[in-house]
T-cell receptor, first 114, second 112 residues
Framework: NAGVTQTPKFQVLKTGQSMTLQCAQD?????MSWYRQDPGMGLRLIHY???????DQGEVPNGYNVSRSTTEDFPLRLLSAAPSQTSVYFC?????????????FGSGTRLTVV | LAKTTQPISMDSYEGQEVNITCSHN???????ITWYQQFPSQGPRFIIQ???TKVTNEVASLFIPADRKSSTLSLPRVSLSDTAVYYC?????????????FGSGTKLNVKP
């Protein structure tokens, strides 16, 4: 099925551990983003990419790294997990200058750092 | 980037029309207005997008006055399944247009 696929759906980490959240889309979208959503809050932009090899920071980039080696994949790396990074993480993609399509979001990864 | 302001929550009853207004006083010439819907434990879903006047699709209508400093999402005859959080976003479609920021949104509660 076409769309944005995020793995894993759930993850528990210990403080200081590192991990990579995976995001893949099969719609040939140029633009991809990572957001985090804390309980009862809106989404905050972590990093985004406008195409393979091009990434930039959003509102809350500290503690996260991204890379975009292919159009399809946009992994998010947590360098040294902290309890403050407990959140739901959403990956999203959109077509190039898609004026009427907006973003397609994945189903999210629920991360708990203990 | 233009900041948006929305009511935190709204209540409605099934069958009513619901209008959610978003304020964006600092909207720039190249900015578009986009609305998303989010159900619990799901990612946001694109509803509608517009630049000026009125846009309508099968789900909603979007009204944008001439000064574009606000916009109103209109949901006709809501049902219980429309209970969700609605986000208003403003961003340009060139340059930094990938930097769409979500606020806290408006939590719509539809009652029977």
């Amino acid at each position: 099925n076409a769309g944005v696929t995020q793995t894993p759906k759930f993850q528990v980490l210990k403080t200081g551990q590192s991990m990579t959240l995976q995001c893949a889309q099969d719609m040939n979208h140029e633009y991809m983003s990572w957001y985090r959503q804390d309980p009862g809050m809106g989404l905050r932009l972590i990093h985004y990419s406008v195409g393979a090899g091009i990434t930039d920071q959003g509102e809350v980039p500290n503690g996260y790294n991204v890379s975009r080696s292919t159009t399809e994949d946009f992994p998010l790396r947590l360098l040294s997990a902290a309890p403050s990074q407990t959140s739901v993480y959403f990956c999203a993609s959109r077509p190039d200058r898609g004026l009427v399509y907006g973003y397609t979001f994945g189903s999210g990864t629920r991360l708990t750092v203990v | 980037l233009a900041k948006t302001t929305q009511p935190i929550s709204m209540d409605s009853y099934e069958g009513q029309e619901v209008n959610i207004t978003c304020s964006h006083n600092n909207i720039a010439t190249n900015d578009y207005i986009t609305w998303y819907q989010q159900f619990p434990s799901q990612g946001p879903r694109f509803i509608i997008q517009g630049y000026k006047t009125k846009v309508t699709n099968e789900v909603a209508s979007l009204f944008i006055p001439a000064d574009r400093k606000s916009s109103t999402l209109s949901l006709p005859r809501v049902s219980l399944s429309d209970t969700a959080v609605y986000y208003c976003l403003v961003g340009d479609m060139e340059g930094n247009f990938n930097k769409f920021y979500f606020g806290s949104g408006t939590k719509l509660n539809v009652k029977p």
